[in-house]
């Protein structure tokens, strides 16, 4: 096996397992240098001399399609938790935007005299 090959897709696997961490912690902040780590070490496999069957091991030994796959699957989840924390902020922001301008025009009429 070649390990160059298996310590470049370790060290992918732990970056997508901190990338993982930090969606579930909401840390949106480290997650652009994580992402552009992980680039970097992508880019890397190409100077490494390797064939396919090599690389197909080392995705199996190190079950990088389930990892890739629980890392979307949190991705989504947490995309779908805030946009429905948006969805009811904005619903509270229109319900106090329609009471309050209730109330402000109401008030015009005992603002009058008589």
Known sequence: ????????????????????????NE?????????????????????IDYTKEESDEVVLKLELKKLECDAENIAHKKKFDISS???????NKHANIAYNSGRAGNSMYFNKKI
């Open 1 to 24: 096996m070649n390990e160059k090959l298996m310590d470049t897709m370790s060290e992918y696997k732990q970056i997508t397992f901190n990338i993982m961490y930090c969606i579930e």
């Open 27 to 47: 840390k949106f902040d480290d997650i652009d240098e994580l992402f552009k780590r992980r680039q970097s070490i992508i880019n890397s496999l190409s100077s």
């Open 85 to 91: 924390k948006i969805k009811s902020f904005l619903n």
